[in-house]
C-alpha cells in the first residue's frame, strides 16, 4: 500500500523552527517529486515548496523563501521541509504529495500530485 506519514508539526513561538518530515512507505521515491502544501482554517490548500525527483530543483511560495528549504533523502526515501522564523500565519495543516514524473513548472499545484499524507499541525503562537 502507497502511503506517505508526515510528521514533525507542534507548537511553536513566532520565531522559532520546525522541522517537518515526509515519509513514503510501500514505493520508493526516487522518481517522484515531492510537493508541501499547507491549508489553514477557512482557507484554500496553497504550495508551499516542491523539490524534483534528483533533488536538484526546487520551489519556494513567496511568502516562505528564505525561511524555509526543502530537501530529500532518497536514501531514508524522506523528503524534509526546514522551517524557521515562523510566524502566525503560518500556521495550518501541512501535507506532503508525490507525483511521478512531474512536470517540475506545475509543482505548486494541488491538483498535479497522485500520493497525499494525512497531515500535521503547525501552530505558531505565542
Known amino acids: 500500500q502507497l502511503q506517505l506519514v508526515e510528521s514533525g508539526g507542534g507548537l511553536v513561538q513566532p520565531g522559532g523552527s520546525l522541522r517537518l518530515s515526509c515519509v513514503a512507505s510501500g514505493f520508493t521515491l526516487d522518481y517522484y517529486a515531492i510537493g508541501w502544501f499547507r491549508q489553514a482554517p477557512g482557507k484554500e490548500r496553497e504550495g508551499v515548496s516542491c523539490?524534483?525527483?534528483?533533488?536538484?530543483?526546487?520551489k519556494y511560495a513567496d511568502s516562505v523563501k528564505g525561511r524555509f528549504t526543502i530537501s530529500r533523502d532518497n536514501a531514508k526515501n524522506t523528503v524534509y521541509l526546514q522551517m524557521n522564523s515562523l510566524k502566525p500565519e503560518d500556521t495550518a495543516i501541512y501535507y506532503c504529495a508525490a507525483k511521478k514524473h512531474l512536470l517540475f513548472r506545475l509543482c505548486v499545484l494541488a491538483s498535479e500530485y497522485d500520493y497525499w499524507g494525512q497531515g500535521t499541525q503547525v501552530t505558531v503562537s505565542s
Open positions: 523539490i524534483s525527483s534528483s533533488g536538484g530543483s526546487t
